[in-house]
Structures are given as C-alpha cells and as structure tokens.
C-alpha cells in the first residue's frame, strides 16, 4: 500500500506546472512570529495584561481583538487545544505593543491570494494576481514574474512592480506559530502544543476591499479570458449589515459572472476562512456556492460551517472522533445545502475530497493533484520559503505520514460498516465512486517540527 503511493508521489512531483493562473483578493505583508517559552513568559509578566481577566475569557468568542488581554486569552487557548485562529485586530494602538514584545520576527508575503500567485510563479505558471491595495511595499513583495491586471484607456496585464501606488495603504498581518510538542507556562499553568499550528491577528486598514474596482468590472471578460483557473480569497471580509452585504454579494458575484462570460472553461476556487457574523456568513457561502464550483476548507473550520448550516449532528461527530469519515460525512451535508461541485477538506496528514458528477477530470487526475500539492507544502515545511519546481521532486524522498495511510484504511472500513460498496483497493486507490459524487482519501505528508506552517 504504502509502495504505491510513493509511486504516484514521484511520478507527479516530475510534472511542471503550467496555465494562467488568476488570484484575487487577499495579499498583505506578514509578520511572523515564532512563539517560544521566553516570549510567551513575557505576555504575563507585562503590566498590561490583567492575568484575572484573561481567565474568565473564552476565545472562542473573541472575534475581534480590542485589548491586550483579548489577545494573550486566544494565544493561551490556540497553544493548549493546536487549534489555528484567525482574529480581528480592530484596536491599531496594539501595534506598537505587539512589537515591544516580539522583536524578533519576519516580514514576507501575507494573505491567500498574494501567496497563491507567488507559489504559482515559483511553480513556473503564468501568475496574475489583482489586489485593491498595491504599495511599493506590497509589491516588492511578489515574484518578478508576477503580473496585474490594469486599466487606462484598456485593459493591460503588466508587471507588478510596474503598477505599484504609492498612495496606498499597507495591510498587515501578525502570525504567531509553535511547533508540536512545545512547552509554555501562562499564569502559572503550563501548556504543552498537541500539534503545530497558528494564530493570525488581522489588520483592515483603509481602501482595503475583497472586491473589482467599477474600473476594472468593465474589463472582467476580457480579462477572464486569458485565465484557466481563479483562486478568490477575501469574501470574509463582506460586511455584515444586511443592505450592504447584499449589495456587495450581488456586485461580486457578478463580477465572477462577467469573468465567465467569454470562458466557459474558466474554473474558480473558493478557499474558506470564517467570518464574525454567522448569519452573514451563510449569505456569503449560499452566493458564493451559486458561482464558484470549489471550496477549500479544514478539520477546524468545517465544524463552524455545519453548525451554521444546522447539521450539529455531523459537527459533533467531528468534535468527539475528528476522522476522514466523520469529516465526508460533514462535507457531503455542505455539498447537497450548498451546491459546490467540489469540496476539499485538508487536515494534517491527508486530504478528503468530494466531486460531484459529472466532473471536468477524472478522480484520479483529482489525486494527482492533491499528492503534488502535499509535495509542495513538504518543502515548504521542511524549508520556509516558496517552492521552485525544481525542488518538488524531492519530496519523491519524504515518506507519506502513517496518519494518512491509517485514515485511507479507517475509512473504508467504517464506509462498509455503514452499508457503503467501496472497492476492494479503495486502501490502494483512495477512490469511491458513490453514484452521485467521488470521494477521495489521500495521504500526504507531515513534516516533523516544520520550519514553516503551511
């Protein structure tokens, strides 16, 4: 079993990437942090931290960061449970703060849709990305053979570094990772990390918008076009209030339309990061699902979306046994409410995918794909850094985590447990034709204390 999974892992890690890759919306400038026993000290020893009240705080309610002490409850309750967060930082005085008591960090590259067209181009696609805030500094952050869409009198694909503005603002995020197995003390309790993972500290600065210019709209078909694939990341950021969220639904999937209209084989990708506003965020999901055929999704995440949807069943299999077969069973109840075409949930050791038929590719070229993206995030995790196709082969040497393998075998088991036909060599294949839809359980790779979470 293992042997033929290697196999498919070398065979693709030869494939170079090629097509016109589009991302859009959500690029930043990341200030990471890597969280140690001195650094994490120092937040309860700081005169601005009030010990007594982060203990009566539950971050699982923080959504939205005011206070010094909103922010050491949700790295305490992320170290403790290697949960990954993603929390608002709406107070900018903690800025200044934040870089008092971590002065060792790095910059780099933030937000999905600036990582995807960076990693895209060091893969060797032809990488366009469209940003509504394009700083120096922001640019200079981008791979050279990066290009944005612009608009003067017509629509133009140019270097990125040849469209910077230098009115606009910066959007940064702070991005605090452990590894597993580390050890803190936080008011005198300490906390050892059960996985590696992170917490991210959101910024939104002025003119920063998940969405077209009324410029460019104009110039979606022309633009769509020249593209194979979009990967659209921002959508979290519609706002709440139901006037204007409805506005902007409407604007932005419009938008995706006129991307489609002179390209009926451009395919987009949804990747899900939550919002604050429940009600909100099933209006966002329901619009989005309506245009974008895949949705991108993980262990943690999947449990919000099913409670939001009311299946609180198949979220709290999730909580009480997290497994490749509770995990389709959450994703097959997303798939009938929503209507995505494909769903993909990526967990530590292996991915669970579902595609409903009829299906552009074949599953296994779906398989191809996952065991080439594990490949990647292996070096990306055992190097920092974005990875040059040059380098993916080795991954062909990284051997596939036994979890995965563990969670192919568990789930065909429990699949025919349940009265489902799954062939004989679903353990080999990681493929089950289920009549209306495929679900796929491939194994990936984990890295063992990870230079970089991925």
């Known amino acids: 079993m293992q042997v033929i999974w290697q196999q498919r892992v070398e065979e693709v890690a030869q494939e170079r990437l090629a097509g016109n890759i589009f991302a859009a919306f959500n690029t930043n400038v990341d200030v990471v942090v890597h969280l140690t026993e001195e650094n994490v000290q120092g937040l309860s020893n700081d005169p601005q931290v009030c010990l007594s009240t982060v203990r009566e705080l539950n971050a699982e309610e923080i959504w939205e960061v005011e206070t010094e002490n909103d922010f050491v409850a949700v790295i ?6 290697g949960k990954s967060f993603y929390v608002i930082l709406n107070n900018m005085d903690l800025l200044d703060w934040l870089e008092e ?3 060792v960090r790095n910059e780099s590259m933030g937000g999905q849709a600036g990582i995807i ?6 893969l060797g696609a032809n990488s366009i990305v469209y940003t509504s805030l394009l700083s120096p500094k922001q640019g200079s952050m981008f791979f050279p053979q990066v290009k944005v869409p612009v608009v003067s009198d017509k629509l133009q694909v140019k270097n990125v570094m040849d469209s910077v503005r230098t009115q606009d603002h910066i959007k940064v995020n702070w991005i605090f990772e452990y590894g597993k197995g580390e050890q803190f003390e936080i008011d005198g309790q300490v906390i050892r990390t059960p996985r590696a993972n992170r917490v991210i500290l959101a910024t939104r600065p002025e003119g920063v918008v998940m969405g077209f210019s009324e410029e460019m709209r104009d110039h979606l078909p022309e633009l769509g076009q020249q593209l194979d694939v979009a990967f659209m990341a921002g959508f979290h950021y ?8 409805q506005s902007y639904l409407e604007y932005s999937m419009d938008c995706i339309r006129r991307l489609k209209e002179n390209n009926k084989k451009l395919r987009f990708h949804f990747e899900y990061v939550p919002m604050n506003d429940t009600t909100a965020e099933r209006a966002m999901l329901t619009a989005v699902a309506e245009e974008i055929q895949s949705f991108g999704i993980n262990e943690n995440e999947i449990k919000r979306v099913l409670r939001i949807l009311g299946f609180e069943r198949e979220c709290s299999a999730i909580e009480e046994h997290e497994r490749a077969y509770c995990l389709y069973e959450g994703a ?6 929503l209507g995505f075409q494909r769903i993909q949930i990526h967990n530590l050791g292996y991915y669970v995918v579902l595609l409903k038929k009829p299906y552009d590719v074949s599953p296994e070229h779906v398989r191809s794909a996952c065991l ?11 190097y920092g850094g974005y990875v040059p196709f040059d380098r993916v082969q080795e991954a062909a040497s990284i051997k596939l985590s036994d979890i995965g393998m563990e969670q192919v075998k568990g789930f065909a088991e429990e699949m025919r447990q349940a009265g489902w036909d799954i062939p004989a060599d679903f353990e080999q294949e990681g493929i089950a034709d289920l009549g ?7 194994p990936a790779h984990v890295i063992p204390n990870p230079v970089s979470t991925v």
């Open 436 to 442: 209306d839809h495929y679900v796929l359980v491939v």
């Open 332 to 337: 097959r109840c997303i798939m009938e409410a």
């Open 238 to 245: 519609a706002p709440t209030q139901v006037d204007e969220l």
């Open 76 to 81: 305490r309750d992320a170290l403790g449970q």
């Open 101 to 103: 008591k971590f002065p």
């Open 117 to 122: 067209a960076n990693q895209m181009a060091a």
């Open 372 to 382: 080439y993206a594990s490949s990647v995030n292996a070096i990306k995790a055992k």
